[in-house]
């Protein structure tokens, strides 16, 4: 589990192809990885992961073809740039929200426009995911814990605060840009209950 709240940007150091999917390797020089062990889980843009290997600065992960189909892993390339976040512990503080770093769909960036001193994105999302995005919700995009301000068909909006652009990916982005989506758990949850007692 993560809670949404970066604590890195990385850069991909080099993109192998391993059997028919794929290892990264990541330059979390940012990141203190001096708690980290083989086999512990680090969130890479919105993915949870796996690390397999340690070393000075940087750590690999295997991304599946599965995980390679349904987010927008598959597209980096060496120079890349990666939101990170190391797993929750019991002890931490939930500062964002709870985010398991599946994956439910890609959206696209379609708007980014001036307000006051932050910004308001708006993205659109697969229609089948919209149905899980509420107006003050949670949501996480490229692994960040945002909150929503209006949802309308399959868009939504959320307001980025100086802070949270400048300590994220998002510094990078571009309108048409496709970014990872992550619904709250909660939403998920509470359809599968309900369709369970129908």
Sequence with gaps: MFTGIIQAIGTIARVESRGGDTRL???AAGLDTADVAIGDSICVSGVCLTAV?????TFAADVSTETLSCTTLGTLKSGDCVNLEKSLRL????GGHLVSGHVDGVGRIL???PDARSQRWTFEVPSGLSRYIAAKGSVCIDGVSLTVNEVA??????NLIPHTIGATTFQYKRIGDSV?????LIARYVERLHGAST
Excluded: H
């Design 53 to 57: 290997a340690i070393d000075a600065g």
């Design 25 to 27: 390797v990541v330059d």
């Design 91 to 94: 002890a931490d503080r939930l």
């Design 180 to 184: 990872n989506i992550e619904v709250d």
């Design 111 to 113: 708007a980014v426009e």
């Design 153 to 158: 068909a399959n868009r939504f909006g959320v």
